[in-house]
């Protein structure tokens, strides 16, 4: 599967975002899918996943109550919509896809094989 991720861009603090992360492949409905973020000078750290099925979804603490992950699988599409944004979430955000995560390793990148771009989200306060 490939993985194309967009929608990123420059926001001020207290404003809303939402990234979209667009699969190619067949098989997509059955991949669980998550969001990753990396700023500058530090490890990439994880934001959100949700299940093939989308009836599972996990947040970081940093981001539980104002990001929603969903997926439309008719769509091949995952989306991440943040709100009140601050400049803590200035980062690369990335989306990662595979179909053997289990629910435990969901925030582990190095569980993921599929990866996209990135697309860089900057907030300005």
């Known amino acids: 599967v490939q993985l194309q991720a967009s929608g990123g861009g420059l926001v001020q603090a207290g404003g809303s975002l939402r990234l979209s992360c667009a699969a190619s492949?067949?098989?997509?409905?059955?991949?669980?899918v998550a969001w990753f973020r990396q700023a500058p000078g530090k490890e990439r750290e994880f934001v959100a996943y949700?299940?093939?099925?989308?009836?599972?979804?996990g947040y970081a603490d940093s981001v539980e109550g104002r990001f929603t992950i969903s997926r439309d699988n008719s769509k091949t599409t995952v989306y991440l919509q943040m709100n009140t944004l601050n400049s803590e979430d200035t980062a690369v955000y990335y989306c990662?896809?595979?179909?053997?995560?289990?629910?435990?390793?969901?925030?582990?990148?190095?569980?993921?094989?599929?990866w996209g771009q990135g697309t860089q989200v900057t907030v300005s306060s």
């Open positions: 949700i299940r093939w099925s989308g009836g599972s979804t």
């Open positions: 990662a896809a595979d179909s053997g995560v289990i629910l435990s390793s969901m925030r582990d990148p190095s569980a993921y094989d599929y």
């Open positions: 492949g067949n098989s997509f409905s059955r991949y669980h």
